[in-house]
T-cell receptor, first 115, second 114 residues
Framework: AQSVTQLDSQVPVFEEAPVELRCNYS??????LFWYVQYPNQGLQLLLK??????LVKGINGFEAEFNKSQTSFHLRKPSVHISDTAEYFC?????????????FGIGTKLQVIP | EADIYQTPRYLVIGTGKKITLECSQT?????MYWYQQDPGMELHLIHY???????EKGDLSSESTVSRIRTEHFPLTLESARPSHTSQYLC?????????????FGSGTRLTVV
């Protein structure tokens, strides 16, 4: 079984400032990792994913995340946020073995960009 | 444009009513999922399907049922709605061979049972 911990429920940040949203996971096996974004009254949209290879993953809208296996972390970063980045962000993990594997989501982090 | 559609977006219904939440996708994905989302809680998988005529219960005990008669359609039915069913329901899909590459989600149905 795996679990996901998003350490901050809310993160306020001023426009054009950098932001980091933290995600830690636990799993007894190797995993795939994901970040999703949910805008108000919308479903979740895939931002980026780590499957293998380079530990720095770039996604849409200028976001990137770094996989750190020793710290079991997958923090999401953006060097300069925009008002339109105000949304809720979900980290997710799933075992990287074949067949159906459960995807475990975190409880989400609300990013509030302040003008 | 390939996408996944959920209807209705919002629904307020009385206790005891039967309701069906619709979910359709145009991407030809084999795998489809229903999640329940409540504020401050992780998403809970309530049903999933690997393909036509395949349905499985997820982790969260649910009084709902699903069917998968066509690849593109995965409706969720509550036979008798109760206030405890008030929640947001999200439908998602993934490609059979690329399920680990992420899900495509619909916009959700926000259900309120009064």
């Amino acid at each position: 079984a795996q679990s996901v911990t998003q350490l901050d429920s809310q993160v306020p940040v001023f426009e054009e400032a950098p932001v980091e949203l933290r995600c830690n996971y636990s799993s007894s096996v190797s995993v795939y990792l994901f970040w999703y974004v949910q805008y108000p009254n919308q479903g979740l949209q895939l931002l980026l994913k780590y499957l293998s290879g380079s530990t720095l993953v770039k996604g849409i809208n200028g976001f990137e995340a770094e996989f750190n296996k020793s710290q079991t972390s997958f923090h999401l970063r953006k060097p300069s946020v925009h008002i339109s980045d105000t949304a809720e962000y979900f980290c997710a993990v799933t075992p990287n073995s074949g067949g159906y594997q459960k995807v475990t989501f975190g409880i989400g982090t609300k990013l509030q960009v302040i003008p | 444009e390939a996408d996944i559609y959920q209807t209705p977006r919002y629904l307020v219904i009385g206790t005891g009513k039967k309701i069906t939440l619709e979910c359709s996708q145009t991407m030809g994905h084999d795998k489809m999922y229903w999640y329940q989302q409540d504020p401050g809680m992780e998403l809970h998988l309530i049903h999933y399907s690997y393909g036509v005529n395949s349905t499985e219960k997820g982790d969260l005990s649910s009084e709902s049922t699903v069917s998968r008669i066509r690849t593109e359609h995965f409706p969720l039915t509550l036979e008798s709605a109760r206030p405890s069913h008030t929640s947001q329901y999200l439908c998602a899909s993934s490609d059979r061979d690329r399920g680990h590459y992420g899900y495509t989600f619909g916009s959700g149905t926000r259900l309120t049972v009064v």
